[in-house]
């Protein structure tokens, strides 16, 4: 059975099947007058380069682990076992942490380069931890208790925890896909961290300029966030809203609050649809693929995406985004993707300085992704 | 065929199986009076996290590859091709270097969550080298000559050389499986090394805190040492007893001994045993597995794990550990499994002082574990 | 269908084959009198360590992926995604950018431990970039624009960027394969990068010790290169000559040039050949492999392989190599290899001072491989 890769199984439970992706990125970064920086202009580089393989044991226990081998090493993405009965799975291992939809979903379906802004900005990462989900019909209940990335666990005094939980209300009524989601996540910082960094690229991964940037904010202790999300897919057309809102906490200092969001709106101009299943979004199955004669799916995407990094009351200046995107998707066959996308990123009180000292500023975004995953 | 993930193979010699394993690891360290350390409390981790193949080609050719991606990078373990004849196996490539019983026997099927203290505190790992292996009936011999680590080959300084043998009998008699066995190593470290340091973690592996550490033990030239095995496993129970002694050479300074011993005896509770085959145990084939409708294996363990890094003559006071451990461990199904550990920890002239400068003190050990192989 | 591992194939035209391979050195370099150095002597090391995949996604999409594992890291090799029409190849990602018929062909099959001097020392690599090849009978045109290697593109200051093109001409006449070809390379260096150094090691890799070495040569922004490649393959019998001629721009300095060549010819003692498609060399398919009685292929090889990193005229002095080169190959059996290299390297004005000042001297190098390949 063939689903990008070979899936082997038989009929005992047991499966085995190979997994990975390449993601090449090209971009380009306009250039705000009067700053110098290498990641402005042209950039590219592997955006991820993963490789893992996924299957199942007979009782009921399954495993996914997988690399990526992009950025000069490997980092390790998912790897943990669970064990699904029939409404519960439990989780044990390093995995997401139910941040939110976009989040959730593979990165090899997103609309966009990247996923909306706060996503980075916020750390959204996958940690090591247990959870369990409970679903049943429209409902799915998401919770678990983390700690942090294998990467950081090496150092034994990284031992944040956290507490994370989510909610998903996902009826299908006449032929319409709805979703409404909620989630909450509660992390206190490791003993021997006190401060944390919150920024973002415009867009585009390439390039390593961040143009809004809180810089190091000392005397941290924790971090309370919420996230808000709704999503409709009706037949080729589909929007998508999400929020996140962030509070942190910190020992004989302001407590600053930081918030993001992006609305999203697409349309296949073929006979295809968004696909999706368990509370996230799942691939394209295309209609007409190229190997069979056919033109493959194209996709047309718009996308709203805002994030505040400033809280002049808590005196945190890290600048404010309202960034407008477009996207066209080419899908050829299922599992190769080809992605054109455009911004402007309109930025306020920015965290580098153009000339004349000017923090309110315009940068265009140009980008390219060629994608095949298995 | 499955043997966890599927192999493949043909009628001519050719045959192909991916291996991996994730092992994801928790526990908590009671803190002695006194002492701080962000390794004491709660600790966790992805304590191993390998992916590989191994696979036959006509003619006796065999080779196995594997890689650890836990703790932030990754490290290959098992790399090496290997000429199987009748009765003679040679080994070219990296692959462990004979240290004994339990080291040899895969991480996947110890009787606790570490192997006894002396065989990380005396740095036993998987070594680049050429060996042979001649087995008749119950006898194994295995000889070979390794330098280092392939990490360590990176920087041609570190050109260590060492001789090591092991000699293995292991008879059944009337249903029962013995084994005796006795190994011996001399290692000249590499030309830019010229001091070691022997230290141990307290059971888990999660905390990096270490109680009985030599510290850099300078002028160091030569490791000689040999190791001591028995084994006995009949029907439900099994017993081994396992010892080293290390001598290390140094140049106008005296030369210094240490040790370590663990005894271990286990019990299954369910109709299981515990496997063996050539020189090491093997994972357990569960009579009753889950998903047959049955409760799968569960195996209970003493063990007495003594390490002595103190030699008072030859001045060095690394410190001593009498620790007396217990395991439950539940194998749902081949592959797969969970454990908890407890271990008191006796230590004397431990290597960090508690509160009033007392250096002989216990800890109190608890660990757990999930764990799936392929 | 085995090709080393299984490939997996279906009639839609989706196909998934792992591959890897294992080649483990020993060498020992002579020392010229007066040098010390950790890399004289006896040395080994896990030479390469690849894992990774490869396939086919119907519609005439291609992908290859794999990693490099020696040397205690990850390096990407192969990360690319294609596109194989009828005649021409897309290909996207980090793959070689048409340095000539060695370099592009695989290690696997290569007559030397190492490939000629100058493909090391003019610092050939796979870059990331997007190609073109056209190929019509015994015709093949490659061309593309690159920038840098995946490890050296996490830093975004690192944005060199090449363009680089080959034509091969390959007709067979009688039974004899022919192959012509020449490459032409600029690379403007990144926006960061200042200053380059070319180097090489006595042919084998194990070693770190470099005779010839230019030291760093600053102020350089632009390398040009071109490359000249003829190769026969009759019988049992095979020949080729190679060359790459390269000149490095400086910014208010003089720009001087370097060149390399080598002249290799051997003959199989068994009723083997050598094997060619698409432009590059390819493994020997035993004709009496072990597997089935036979013997193997037997092969016997020379060759003269010169380096000349010193520019008096410029200034710069790097060293002259001059080496003579023996290489007896068994292969067992397809997949398979063991090596025996000699070599006898005639240094002048080499980077390392012997005894008295002496920098024209020679070194005796022999060195040994076994390989594993899938």
């Known amino acids: 059975k063939w689903k990008g890769a070979p ?8 499966s085995f099947k190979p997994r990975g992706r390449i993601l090449y990125d090209a971009a ?53 076992l669970a064990y699904a009965g029939k409404n519960v799975t439990i989780n044990v291992g390093q995995h997401n942490n139910f941040q939110g939809l976009e989040e959730l979903s593979s990165s090899n379906d997103t609309s966009f380069k990247e996923r909306a802004a706060f996503t980075d900005a916020f750390g959204f990462k996958r940690k090591v931890g247990i959870s369990a989900e409970y679903n049943n019909g429209p409902l799915l209940l998401q919770a678990g208790v983390f700690t942090d990335n294998v990467d950081d666990l090496a150092e034994d005094g990284n031992n944040s925890r956290s507490l994370d939980g989510r909610i998903v209300v996902a009826p299908k009524i006449g032929g319409n896909q709805l979703h409404l989601g909620a989630s909450v996540h509660v992390r206190e910082l490791g003993d021997t961290v006190t401060s944390v960094r919150y920024r973002q690229r415009p867009l585009v991964h390439s390039t390593d300029v961040r143009f809004i940037n809180t810089g190091t904010i000392n005397n941290a202790t924790t971090e309370s966030s919420y996230g808000l999300e709704a999503a409709v897919i009706s037949g080729r057309f589909h929007a998508v809203a999400e929020g996140h809102w962030l509070k942190l906490n910190r020992t004989g200092l302001q407590d600053p609050s930081f918030d993001g969001q992006s609305i999203e709106a697409g349309v296949f101009l073929t006979n295809d649809k968004r696909e999706y299943k368990g509370g996230v979004f799942k691939g394209v199955k295309v209609s007409n693929p190229v190997g069979k004669g056919g033109f493959g799916a194209l996709q047309f995407n718009l996308r709203y995406d805002r994030l505040n990094l400033t809280d002049a009351g808590d005196a945190v200046f890290g600048g404010k985004q309202d960034s407008y995107q477009a996207s066209l998707i080419w899908t050829p066959i299922d599992y190769v993707r ?30 390219f992704r060629s994608q095949i995953s298995f």
């Open 338 to 367: 080809f992605m054109i996308n455009y911004a402007k990123m309109d930025y306020s009180d920015a965290a580098i300085a153009a000339a004349g000292g000017n923090r309110d500023y315009s940068v265009n975004v140009l980008g």
């Open 7 to 14: 899936e082997f199984s038989n009929d005992d439970g047991w």
């Open 28 to 80: 380009t970064v306009s250039t705000p007058s009067g700053i110098t920086d290498n990641g402005l202009g042209f950039s590219n580089e592997v955006r991820r380069a993963r490789l893992g393989v996924q299957g199942t044991i007979p009782g009921g226990f399954e495993y996914k682990f997988e690399g990526d081998f992009a950025n000069g090493g490997v980092e390790l993405t998912d790897a943990f």
